[in-house]
């Protein structure tokens, strides 16, 4: 503990980060990978059942007349599956009528239905019906050498990942914090030497233009004010000696105001550390955010493409669905990610917070427990909101996550809705600055509450009350992002012993709630013979969208940058329909790139790509109005739709 204290401050921040993220990674893995097993063993019980269910009927007809070989011929069909090791037939008194046996084992005790996992197994029985009377009872024995190379597959996985986790981390932390903690360490050693040698000569070296440029200057104005105050001092000691007492006074006070200003130099340079330090963290979420949606696309895109060249009956199709599956759970912990860090694109719609309080209802039952009970006081002809359902759904799920742990013992959850107009000039609480009408979302509990302290801190990323190992402090950090990005405000009112309430407003909107319309499922997408101009600089992702068009039949010219593009329009000398380009590039932003081929090409369609709101389309993570975009990862079918989508309406018009 000792040698971790005196390491510099970047590489503890390095260290932190590297931490933080192998334990996020491990609780996320350990999360799926309990909810996969489980979802097996329940699938595994189920086909289990589904085939003693068959097994019985077939031996009706045995055990109704007592032909034991007939019910033997039935269970030796088993030999075709081989996960069953073993098969009984009871007679419904309890006494074994026929038997199958591949691994040798005793026949169990008869039971009437239900089943257990054992060592190496999973054991069911089943009771056999016949007109309305118990004809018999099946038992079937199946082993789980399936279930345990999934998990040893599932630990590969993460061990790998892990490892190019740690690797990414401390490359880019170390970087990262290098660039931003030099200068404050360098103010900070000149703080020491004019401390310790009380040498107000000392200046600090010049920064830039940033904050830490500026304090620095500000540092270097007040070491001359203290020197030029010596100065006069000593002057006015030398010359006004009779006048002890007076200057005593005087310097006292001047000794006062420089301690006061030495303790506000202080509280800046902490806040700033700290500022920093949250800048670096959203900025690291967002970049890994950005990264890993081009991987996903190709991921998702390849992985879909793989899966079209395979039979309905083809045994590698396993694969391919376990590979979106996986690509799903890592597009979820991207979002997670950029809700952090407030780049999450939004899809916003006019919602009824009432509707989806009450859809919500049985999956919080299920989170918090049988020992709280969930109430709701739902505001009758309560205003709508203009939010992204999903992201509000995520808050509500997160402080009920925080709400069930801070009640260990039981108590209440309640979720409460209203109105609420804000008046102008009214300040404190959450209540904006303007005047208007807001929707409430209430949040509260009856748990162990938090103090002073505790509450002033709880929206921090990496924060947290909760034990080692039992929590991250990202869920809070995600709520506070989420609801500022979706123009809103949030405020805590919590008390030791006395629970905690979290009060969220949205601004109310007009107009109708908009239905949700899943897409219907799929026919076939039309292609085209357009030609395309493809910008993307990340090679995988432009791989795949050049084979999905050109399997489509279009004509695809590539660029992977915005400064090549304009040389491949300049060069090529035919129509170019669309534009199909990145936003995010290095050189220029994919909104730069349309504005200078616009004027050498009217009439040229764009349609943007990305799953990172940043500018150029996005504003405040809400894709500009009449902007053609499709987020990142996208599939191989969504893209050639939207592409035929962007053309037509071009030809429509």
Known sequence: MLRLRQLPFRHKVTLALALISVLALLLASGAFMTYDVLSFRARMVDDLSTLAEIIGNNSTAALAFNDPQAAALVLGALQAKPNIVAAYLYTPDGRQFASYRGDGAAAPPAERSGYRFEPGALLLFRTTMLKGDPAGIVCLRSDLGELRARIERYASAVGLVLLVCIVVVLALSSRLQTVLTRPIVELAETARIVSQNRDYSVRALAGGADEVGALTRAFNDMLAQIQERDAALQMAHDLLEARVDERTVQLRAEIAERRQAEEALRQSEEQLRQSQKMEAVGRLAGGIAHDFNNLLTGITGYGQLLGQQLGPDSPHRRYVEEIRKASDRATALTRQLLAFSRKQLLEPKTIDLNNLVLNMNAMLRRVIGEDIQLGSSLHPGLGVVKADPGQIEQVILNLSVNARDAMPQGGRLTIRTANVIARAGESGGCVPDEAGPLVLLEVSDTGCGMDTETRSRIFEPFFTTKAKGKGTGLGLSMVYGIVKQSGGQIEV??????????????????????????????????????????????????????????????????????????????????????????????????????EKLAPLRPGLRVLYMSGYAEAGIVHDGVIDPGTSFIPKPFTPESLAAKVREVLDAAARN
């Open 493 to 594: 009112r919590s008390t030791p012993g006395q629970g905690a309430s979290f009060s969220i407003l949205l601004p109310r909107v007009e107009g109708a709630v908009e239905p949700d319309q899943p897409r219907p499922a799929s026919a076939k997408v039309a292609g085209g013979s357009e030609t395309i101009l493809l910008v993307e600089d990340e090679s995988m992702v432009r791989a795949l969208a050049r084979d999905v068009l050109k399997m489509n039949g279009y004509r695809v010219i590539e660029a992977a940058h915005g400064l090549e593009a304009l040389a491949i329009s300049q060069k090529h000398r035919g129509t170019i329909h669309l534009m199909l380009t990145d936003v995010v590039m290095p050189h220029m932003n994919g909104r730069e790139l349309h």
